[in-house]
């Protein structure tokens, strides 16, 4: 690793969320760490690296389709990170090259059908070659995870582990995030996002239905309007596998464990936000599958590229509580919050921070190889970090 000639290279530099971690690690990655940007297009790079001083031999062209492109800059680099999706279309030669080359690999997915594919065909040369693979570090499913991590460490180790999360959230759509919905109506994907056990592959971890995780209406366990959150199933499939992990090693959460996910939409004096968000929430549900309702959306949302303005991502926010109960009624909460539009400016600060923390304490959380969670990879260590970088965690017991 001491020999790649770069820490960390991000792909996807000139991409609506690329652009903004490219400024977030000019901001805040330590001089003594080297990093540098690639895209595809050229003119697009050079725009961008102008912008933020990145001379000339931190910039790569790679076609995230060309192996041998693709190859040559992963080969430079301890740590990749990507924004370039769907994944599914753009991702699997950056996830070959860092399995063969021993490169840890960071992503913004929440296509979980395909880094099951994924971690099918590669686990097995990641092992060999020393590469951490950390999908899922961003907003997709950083928080869902630390959480679960968090919650179960109030129990010592129940038989059963029953997890709820609400989240609220304001802020906007970007391209690529409709792009890759989009893409996993039209792969098929999502019939695969029922199956629970998905990341699973042969574990011995047992998962447990949850209590009305299709549920619709007035919740009164938060006082809210509620409806499922369009990210849970998802985030669930990331919670399951982090407790698989730790069920293999030795320290489960709990001997079986569920994992559900709702909005919190409003008092109950309010039910638009409610109806609105159930209407939208139903409608790509049971139309998603339809060409004409896909074509339909492409030419009213924002395509890949486009997303809300600065003003909307810097006055958006999540915020997330989440409640634990164990077979004996005992219960734990937690809130975790982060200021800042979710699907892109909180996105890029796990991202990032889960780079940076890999980059830095490589020698001390580099222990376990192949596909892995960011709780299990980086555990309290990225916690702490983004802590002390912003993110609002309490714990309540």
Known sequence: ????????????ATGFTGKRAAHYLKDKTPVNLKWGIAARN???LDRIADELSVTDDRRFIVDTTNTEQVESVVKQARIIITTVGPFSLYGEEVIAACSKFGTHYLDITGEVGFIKQMKDKYESQAHKSGAQLIPFSGFDSVPADIAAFLLSKEFDQPKKLSIKAYYSISGGFNGGTIATMLNKFETGEY??????????DNSGQKIHPPEKAKYFGYDKKISRWSAPFIMGSINSKVVYKSASLRFESGDPYAESISYCEHSSLGRWYNPIPFLVVS???LSITLLGPQKWFRTFLKKIMPAPGEGPSEE?????YFKMTAFAKDSKGNEASLDISYPGDPGNKSTVFFLCESALCLAESEDEITSKTGFLTPSVAF???LIDRL??????IKTNL
């Open 42 to 44: 050229n003119n697009k």
């Open 387 to 392: 802590k002390a970088r912003g993110l609002n």
């Open 1 to 12: 690793m001491s020999s790649k000639p770069f820490d960390i290279i991000l792909i996807g």
């Open 379 to 381: 555990g309290e260590s």
């Open 191 to 200: 019939k695969k996002m029922n199956d629970p056990r998905l990341l699973l």
């Open 312 to 316: 909307q991502i810097e006055n958006g």
């Open 279 to 281: 209407t939208i929430l």
